[in-house]
């Protein structure tokens, strides 16, 4: 059984995030982040592992999945404002329903997702430690 509040170790989650640099830029590797990076909360350390070189081993395998000619979808690129595309997000806290905080962007809602219980805003209410 796993702890549901259990954060992922740092190295876990930095490494998910760099074989995933694999990807191109752009709306499918945040996606794909944010949603592999996910899925390591509440893992034990070596569960983290597991999943961790899984990550690293298929990286070049999601690529070739999120870059093949039949799943390519057009993204009109120029309705993101200009400083958004230039990674100048204007991040604001959001809530959830729940009362969870998070940061999205003003002008595109781009979400970020390092805002945690360290975060500056992490003390802003909804996000307890475990």
Same mark, same amino acid.
């Given at each position: 059984m796993t702890s549901a509040g259990r954060r992922p170790a740092w190295w876990s989650a930095s490494v998910t995030r760099a074989a995933l640099h694999a990807i191109p830029p752009g709306g499918a590797r945040d996606r794909w982040q944010? $949603?592999?990076?996910? $899925?390591?909360?509440? *893992?034990s350390a070596g569960q983290q592992v597991r999943h961790t *070189?899984?990550?690293?081993? &298929?990286?070049?395998? *999601? &690529?070739?999945?999120?870059?093949? !000619?039949?799943r390519i979808i057009e993204e009109n690129i120029m309705r993101k404002p200009i400083r =958004? !595309?230039?990674?100048?997000?204007?991040f604001l806290v959001a809530s959830t329903e729940d009362g969870s &905080?998070? *940061? &999205? =962007?003003r002008r595109c809602g781009k979400e970020d997702p390092g805002l945690g219980a360290g975060h500056w805003a992490g003390s802003l209410g909804g996000g307890g430690s475990a």
């Open positions: 944010q $949603e592999l990076i996910s $899925e390591l909360y509440g *893992l *070189l899984g990550v690293v081993t &298929r990286a070049p395998a *999601l &690529r070739a999945a999120v870059t093949g !000619r039949d =958004c !595309r230039l990674h100048l997000h204007k &905080r998070f *940061l &999205r =962007c």
